[in-house]
C-alpha cells in the first residue's frame, strides 16, 4: 500500500505502468519556507516604508523560491510498459530522462556511509554508476515503507523489464586477462599499489623524526605526536605489503599483512554476495567501496563484510566484480 506520508516515497501501479514520487518531502519543505518567507515579508512591509514597486521584486523571489522546491516535490518516475520506456519528468511536466526498457538493468539499492539507503534504476552499461533515484531514503531494513515499495513497485517493475530482455544479457562475459588480480597456480592476488603507500608512510616517519629533534619544553606532547606519527606510517605501510588472495584449490579467500592488523580468512562457500558503497564528501562523489559479504557459521545469523577496493567509475567497478565472480566459480 502506498505511503500517505510525506516524508516517504509515493506510488502509483496502473495497468501497464507504475508511478513513483520519490521527493515528496520538498512540498512540505516548500510548505515550511512559505511559512518563513511570509514572516518576513510581513514584517518588512511593517517596517519598510517602500512602495509597491520596491516590494514587488522581493515579493516575486519569495514565490519563485517556493514554486521551486514545490515543483520538484511533483517529479516523478514513470515506467510505461505500453511504450517500453521509463521517463523522468522533472517538477512533474519537464522531461529529464527517457530511456527504453531494453537498456535498463533494473533496480538496486545504494547504501553510504552514513548508513542509510536508497533505491536507483541504473542502465546496464553502467550498473554501478550513479543511476536515478526513484525512492526516498530509508535508515532501517525492515521499513515499512521500503518493504511495500520492493513488494508492490519494484517487483512490478522488474516484471516490465523482464520482458524486454535478451537471451545475451544472462551470458557473462569470459575474462581471459584479469585486469585487478595477479595469477599463478590457482592463486590470484589482488594488485595492490605498494609505492604510494610506502611513501605516505615513510612521509610520516619523516615528519615524527622531525618533531622528535626539534627543540620543545613539552616532552609528553612530542611523545605523543611522535607515536601518532608513528602508527599512522605503521598503517600504510603494512597495507603496501597486505595481500587480498582468492585461492581456489584451498576454496579461500585470505588477507594477510606483515603486522596482523585486520587479517580475515573466509570459505567460498560462505559468499553471500557483493556490496557497494557511494561515498561522498560535501555532496561530491568520491568512490566506491567494493565489498564482499560472507556468512559467519560460527556466528548464527550474521554476516561480516570483507573490503576489497575503491573505484570511481563504474566501469572499473563492473568489471572488478565480474573478475571476482569468475574466479568465485572456478
Known amino acids: 500500500m502506498p505511503s500517505t506520508s510525506r516524508y516517504k516515497t509515493h506510488w502509483e501501479v496502473q495497468p501497464d505502468r507504475v508511478v513513483i514520487y520519490p521527493y515528496r518531502v520538498f512540498k512540505t519543505v516548500a510548505a515550511v519556507i512559505a511559512v518563513f518567507f511570509a514572516g518576513i515579508y510581513f514584517v518588512y512591509l511593517k517596517y519598510q516604508n517602500y512602495g ?24 516523478h518516475i514513470e515506467f510505461d510498459n505500453s511504450t517500453g520506456r521509463m521517463r523522468k519528468l522533472l517538477m512533474g511536466f519537464l522531461p529529464v530522462a527517457n530511456i527504453p526498457f531494453s537498456e535498463l538493468q533494473g533496480i538496486n539499492t545504494v547504501s553510504n556511509v552514513s548508513g542509510g539507503y536508497n533505491y536507483r534504476v541504473f542502465r546496464k552499461n553502467a550498473r554501478y554508476g550513479k543511476g536515478i533515484v526513484v525512492s526516498s531514503g530509508y535508515h532501517k531494513n525492515d521499513d515499512e515503507n521500503a518493504v511495500a515499495f520492493v513488494n508492490e513497485a519494484v517487483t512490478t517493475i522488474h516484471g516490465y523489464l523482464g520482458g524486454h530482455r535478451s537471451p545475451a544479457d544472462d551470458v557473462p562475459e569470459y575474462i581471459t586477462t584479469y585486469k585487478y588480480f595477479d595469477q599463478r597456480d590457482g592463486i590470484y ?11 605516505i608512510g615513510v612521509i610520516f616517519l619523516a615528519i615524527g623524526g622531525v618533531i622528535l629533534t626539534s627543540d620543545t619544553n613539552t616532552v609528553t606532547s612530542k611523545v605523543v605526536i611522535v607515536g601518532i606519527m608513528v602508527f599512522i ?5 603494512n597495507a603496501a605489503f597486505t595481500n587480498v588472495t582468492f585461492d581456489t584449490s584451498a576454496q579461500v579467500i585470505q588477507r594477510k599483512g606483515p603486522l596482523g592488523m ?11 554476495g557483493i556490496q557497494t558503497l557511494r ?41 572488478l566484480v565480474q573478475e571476482i565472480h569468475q574466479i568465485m566459480r572456478r
Open 52 to 75: 509597491i514597486n520596491a516590494q514587488l521584486p522581493l515579493a516575486i523571489f519569495m514565490v519563485v523560491i517556493v514554486l521551486l522546491f514545490w515543483g520538484y516535490g511533483a517529479t
Open 233 to 237: 606510517a605503521g598503517v600504510f605501510i
Open 189 to 199: 592476488v589482488i594488485k595492490n599499489k605498494k609505492i604510494g603507500a610506502i611513501i
Open 279 to 319: 561515498r561522498s564528501t560535501n555532496l561530491v562523489y568520491t568512490g566506491t567501496d567494493v565489498n564482499m559479504c560472507f556468512n559467519v557459521p560460527e556466528k548464527a545469523d550474521k554476516q561480516e563484510v570483507f573490503s576489497i577496493s575503491t573505484l570511481r567509475r563504474s566501469s572499473d567497478i563492473e568489471r
Open 262 to 272: 585486520l587479517d580475515r580468512r573466509y570459505a567460498f562457500r560462505d559468499f553471500v
